[in-house]
């Protein structure tokens, strides 16, 4: 051996560092053949490894076979090969597992000894560096293989650490849903999936599905597969199943199949706990009515919305808030008040085909889920069935009962992106609905949205109005209808936004109202007109300033202390202010209402009912209050009309001999014409205000008005 390295030390080194630099032993084998049939200028070069023919060259079309080969001894000597004749062979050995023969044949000339030695070192070094090549990779093979091992391990761990949590949490009772919860969340985590879904039957409503949990939004679509199933079970019965959507592009694997199991028996090692089915009844029905609660009903929504075809109006929602609820249940008490939402869940059942779902989300409020082909026509069919059910008298403790529905429908459209989107559209047509003025329905058109978004930028921008002195105020003549002379005038808001530009204040006043704004602006106009009264009065001592304030405001306690520091600042007796509250004012909380007006009256002030006869005043109401004038709605005033003999007067009479009879003052609002103001006077209405004497001006056309319509030396 040493004699071989020593004698062709060149070759040698070349041959196996050519072979070792192989990765495998397949294509070392080949390398090795290749070099040395082209060191010994042979026709043939082989290498065999144990008793197989790992690698060959040079042979023809007909390679021979590989037992022919394998059967050469090592050593020199002579051998017939078929495709390549009778030829000289050489074949040199290795006795390192795997063993083996590199071997050379020639056609024209025999092998010397030297070359023997030279293939004998070849030999060896391969052997050599198959040897190496095998620990190399059995190595290989090996830590994979632990790795392997290892990974399985820690996904085993994770999945037992989640089950002993679910388990954990089953036996401490935590609520349901958690569990749940954690069965579904977990699942989706160990099978790498997007949503595990808990399909249960409801016992309460048999043939139709709780969806229990999915663990992501609803919305997005599944991706392409089959999904997997492991059924759940309670009391040992099938209840439902466990469902894994497809794993993003791909398909699940056997193992999946068993862990969706595991996770399936801890669902039914929940459920059947007597205490947990209940609490699943609980966490998914109304207690009240036994409807389906919101959890439910948004579970099957999402779950109607993933349908194949819910994209064309198949999916329909239908937002029910009953009118008048909150009244009624006061006036009959609660308990009738649980009673009459039970029988209003009835009525609205009873207008439901199978398949519907009925929810109630509490209070007031309940919801339909429409499904199927037939929902776009027949959903406003419907709503008005519910409207006219709820809207019978209710016989509710021995007394009857009467309320309605106002309802807002929504469609599972192309762009609607999941349930919550479809229930807000739907809240949002119900508004509207009651805006149309109750017991009416809706549909949601994208406008609807708009609207509040609208509304939260004039929230904002309202907010900071008195700051940027975007309001102001301008004033409007109250006359004597007898010569037209003016008796005082009403300060009326206006708003100008700074890209809206005006905004009336029947759009802002009430949104301040809502936001809690009103105090700051009603006090920046009170100021505002006192300043005005106070200039204007220099010259003209009887004229009166009328001001509106908010209901909101009157009930602030501080509000007579803020009155009193106004008037004091201004230099302005209690006689020059008019404060103008509505109707509505007297009959909500009423209690408080009477001692503020009291506290303002002491203050020398008077107060007028604005908008009278709108609003929903008794007579007992009017009779406690400290009120010296009415001023009579202009849509009453509209309605007597240019001729005498065609209009309707019934009203402003009714208004003015009521004002006669309880001792106050009656003033016409909104007077657009002579006759108008001819009629008011014939019936004893002495004061007026309306485009007819003067529109609404701003504060330095004013002084100018006043001049002419009542010089001052005559008004004094
Ligand atoms: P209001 O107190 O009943 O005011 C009378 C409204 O009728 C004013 O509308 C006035 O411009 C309008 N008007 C006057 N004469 C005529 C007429 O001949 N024909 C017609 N068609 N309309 C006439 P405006 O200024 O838009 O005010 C609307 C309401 O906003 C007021 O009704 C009042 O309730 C409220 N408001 C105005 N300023 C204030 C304020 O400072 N505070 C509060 N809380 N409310 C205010
Ligand atoms: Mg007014
Ligand atoms: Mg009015």
């Known amino acids: 051996m040493l004699d071989a390295f020593q004698q062709s030390p060149h070759q040698l080194v070349e041959f196996i560092t050519a072979v070792a630099a192989r990765e495998d032993g397949v294509s070392a084998a080949q390398a090795a053949a290749e070099l040395a049939s082209e060191e ?59 063993p083996g023969r590199l071997v050379v044949a020639r056609l024209d000339r ?14 060896r070094g391969l052997g050599l560096t198959l040897r190496t090549i095998e620990a190399l990779e059995t190595e290989r093979r090996l830590r994979a293989e632990h790795q392997r091992q290892a990974e399985e391990l820690a996904e085993r761990q994770r999945l037992l650490e989640i089950l002993l949590d679910i388990q954990r949490s089953i036996s401490h009772r ?21 949503r595990v879904s808990l399909v249960l039957d409801d016992a309460l409503d048999p043939g139709r599905p709780i969806v229990a949990r999915t663990n992501s939004p609803a919305g997005g679509s599944a ?6 199933v492991a059924s759940v079970h309670v009391n040992g019965r099938p209840a439902g199943a466990l469902v894994a959507a497809p794993p993003e ?19 039914s090692l929940a459920l059947t706990d007597a205490q947990t089915l209940q609490a699943m009844q609980e966490a998914f029905h109304d207690e009240l009515t036994g409807l389906p609660n919101r959890a439910l ?46 029988a209003v869940a009835g009525r609205i ?67 609607v992106e999941g349930a919550d989107e479809l229930l807000r559209n739907a809240d949002l047509a119900m508004y509207q609905a009651k805006r149309d003025g109750r017991g009416r329905r809706a549909t949601f058109v994208p406008a609807m949205l708009t609207a509040v978004l609208e509304r939260v930028e004039l929230e904002t921008a309202l907010q900071t109005a008195v700051a940027r002195g975007e309001l102001s105020v301008v004033y409007q003549p109250l006359v004597a209808l007898e010569d037209g002379r003016p008796t005082g005038v009403e300060a009326l808001l206006r708003w100008t936004h700074p890209t809206l530009g005006t905004v009336a204040p029947s759009t802002f006043v009430p949104i301040a109202e809502d936001i809690g704004a009103i105090g700051e602006i009603g006090r920046w106009a009170l100021d505002e007109a006192c300043a005005r009264a106070a200039a204007a009065r220099r010259r003209r001592p009887w004229l009166r300033m009328a001001v509106n304030v908010s209901a909101h405001q009157v009930r602030d306690p501080e509000f007579p202390v803020q009155v ?119 019936l004893g209405c002495r004061f007026g205000q309306g485009f007819l004497f003067a529109a609404p001006m701003p504060a330095d056309r004013l002084e100018a008005w006043l001049e002419q319509a009542a010089p001052v030396c005559r008004a004094a």
């Not at 749940?180 to 985590?189: C, K, N, P, W």
């Not at 991706?223 to 997997?228: C, E, K, R, T, V």
Request: include cysteine.
């Open 564 to 682: 009193e520091a106004v008037l004091d600042r201004h230099g302005l007796p209690g006689d020059a202010l008019t404060l103008e509250l509505t109707e509505t004012m007297l009959v909500d909380e009423h209690g408080d209402a009477l001692a503020q007006m009291e506290r303002l009256k002491a203050l020398g002030v008077s107060i007028a009912l604005d908008d009278f006869g709108t609003g929903y005043s008794a007579l007992r109401y009017l009779q406690q209050f400290p009120v010296d004038e009415l001023k009579i709605d202009r849509s009453f005033v509209a309605q007597i009309g240019d001729d005498p003999d065609e209009g309707d007067d019934a009203v402003v009479r009714t208004i003015v001999e009521l004002g006669r009879v309880m001792g106050m003052h009656t003033i016409a609002e909104g007077i657009e014409t002579p006759a108008q103001a001819q009629r008011l006077q014939a």
């Open 223 to 228: 991706p392409a597969g089959d999904a997997l």
């Open 174 to 194: 935590k609520p349901l849903r958690e569990i749940l919860d954690a069965i579904t969340a977990g699942a989706a985590t160990l099978l790498g999936v997007q």
């Open 297 to 342: 009903f948004v579970g099957r929504l999402e779950q109607a919305l993933e349908a194949p075809r819910a994209g064309e109006r198949e999916v329909a929602v239908l937002f029910v808030d009953l009118d008048r609820f909150k009244a009624v249940n006061d006036s009959i008490g609660h308990a009738a008040g649980d009673e009459l939402l039970r």
């Open 349 to 415: 059942l009873g207008c439901l085909r199978t398949g519907d779902t009925a929810a109630r989300f509490g209070g007031d409020e309940f919801a339909v889920l429409l499904e199927g082909a037939r929902s776009a026509a027949s959903a406003e069919r419907v709503a008005d069935r519910v409207i006219e059910a709820v809207r019978r008298p209710f016989q509710i403790a021995g007394k009857t009962v009467l309320v309605g529905a106002s309802i807002g429908i929504a469609y599972g459209d192309d762009g």
């Open 110 to 123: 025999g092998f010397a000894p030297e070359e023997h030695i030279l293939l004998l070192g070849m030999a």
């Open 40 to 98: 010994f200028d042979a026709e043939v070069g082989a290498v065999i490894v144990g008793d197989r023919l790992e690698a060959a060259v040079g042979f023809g079309s007909a390679p021979p076979p590989a037992e022919a080969l394998c059967a050469i001894r090592p050593g020199l000597g002579v051998a017939d090969l078929r495709g390549v004749g009778i030829a000289h062979v050489a074949a040199a050995g290795w006795d390192d597992a795997p």
């Open 249 to 267: 592009g791909g398909e699940f694997d056997p193992a999946d199949a068993e862990l969706l199991t595991a996770f399936a028996e801890h669902a």
